[in-house]
């Protein structure tokens, strides 16, 4: 029912179900429940209101700081990567000069170059 009337404003409270109801929905799906204007149930419910308000400003900090633990291993996490590469092209420049140096020292090249 609440669907329907989504756009009907919302002018009172039904405790037992605990939400906001319209004048229709208040006369005719709540006539027999303990239905109060909006702002007596709002003001009923402000410790609770507040008290969650501060556990999600809590949970937003708490979020903020992994998000920032998530940058700082980001960035930690693309250094050593390139840490990784630059070592593994080194490495393989090595291993390229070690071949030339070998290559260059060996007597069966020295022979073949005769033969050809």
């Not at 007596?40 to 209101?49: I, P, S, V, Y």
């Not at 809590?58 to 050593?80: G, N």
Request: charged share 25%; with cysteine.
């Amino acid at each position: 029912m609440f669907n329907r009337l989504v756009l009907r404003a919302c002018r009172f409270y039904c405790e037992p179900c605990e939400q906001c109801v319209c004048v229709l929905c208040a006369l005719h799906g709540h006539n027999d429940h303990d239905v109060s204007s909006l702002a007596d149930g709002l003001e009923r419910h402000r410790a609770t209101f507040d008290a969650l308000l501060d556990d999600c400003r809590t949970r937003v900090d708490i979020i903020r700081q992994q998000l920032a633990l998530a940058d700082a291993f980001k960035t930690s996490l693309s250094a050593a990567e390139d840490h990784i590469r630059h070592a593994a092209i080194d490495a393989i420049a090595g291993v390229r000069q070690r071949e030339r140096e070998l290559l260059q020292g060996s007597p069966w090249l020295t022979c073949m170059h005769y033969v050809n």
